[in-house]
């Protein structure tokens, strides 16, 4: 989902020790580029990788990598792959930053986003307890807008069974 970088990039290009980025998309062609952006643009603590997102959120687990937020910019589909957090066992309950599409009305649009990331988590996101905001990223359509959805991870998932991933979905 980390495409050719345009947020791991900016993020490890400036220098700064503390930020370490593990970056990954599917498609080859992307991980390519991402993997010539990081080296033309001299990032620190980029960790690239070229995996099914399902069993990369599983991986950064099962090796014990803490990690403190989560980007998930594939607006088209980022919320169905939320059920990869089901079971979690991370120290650290990470907040998790979700680019979907919507409508254009904002009020129903938010609920609707909110709905699609509680579903795919497995239990509902509370507004305050999850300290969830949804803002609009940009118009796409006349009647379709990006809307990013930000929330901390409940803590409920981690008592969910963890998703099975069957290698063909891999």
Same mark, same amino acid.
């Given at each position: &989902?980390?495409? &050719?970088?345009?947020?791991?990039?900016?993020? @490890?290009?400036?220098?700064?020790? +503390? &930020?370490?980025?593990?970056?990954?998309?599917? +498609?080859?062609?992307?991980?390519?580029?991402? *993997?010539? +952006?990081?080296?033309?643009?001299?990032?620190?603590?980029?960790?690239?990788? +070229?995996?099914?997102?399902?069993?990369?959120?599983?991986?950064?687990?099962?090796? !014990? #990598? =803490?990690?403190?937020? *989560?980007?998930?910019?594939?607006?088209?589909?980022?919320?169905?792959?939320?059920?990869?957090?089901?079971?979690? @066992?991370?120290?650290?309950?990470?907040? #998790?930053?979700?680019?979907?599409?919507?409508?254009?009305? @904002?009020?129903?649009?938010?609920? =609707?986003? &909110?709905?699609?990331?509680?579903?795919?988590?497995? *239990?509902?996101?509370?507004? !305050? @307890?999850? %300290?969830?905001?949804?803002? %609009?990223?940009?118009?796409?359509?006349? %009647?379709? %807008?990006?809307?990013?959805?930000?929330?901390?991870?409940?803590?409920?998932?981690?008592?969910?069974?963890?998703?099975?991933? !069957?290698?063909?979905?891999?």
């Amino acid at each position: &989902i980390a495409g &050719i970088g345009p947020f791991a990039i900016p993020l @490890t290009s400036k220098g700064i020790d +503390n &930020i370490h980025v593990h970056a990954n998309d599917l +498609n080859p062609s992307s991980h390519e580029y991402l *993997v010539i +952006n990081a080296k033309k643009n001299k990032c620190r603590n980029l960790h690239c990788y +070229n995996m099914d997102a399902r069993v990369f959120c599983h991986s950064l687990q099962d090796q !014990e #990598i =803490d990690f403190h937020h *989560v980007l998930m910019n594939l607006p088209a589909s980022a919320p169905e792959f939320l059920d990869a957090f089901r079971g979690f @066992t991370g120290k650290t309950l990470p907040r #998790i930053h979700v680019h979907c599409f919507s409508k254009k009305d @904002t009020l129903a649009s938010q609920r =609707d986003s &909110i709905d699609r990331c509680s579903r795919a988590l497995g *239990v509902p996101l509370d507004i !305050e @307890t999850n %300290n969830v905001v949804v803002h %609009n990223v940009r118009n796409v359509a006349p %009647n379709k %807008n990006m809307y990013c959805v930000s929330f901390n991870l409940p803590a409920s998932v981690c008592s969910l069974p963890r998703i099975q991933i !069957e290698q063909e979905n891999i």
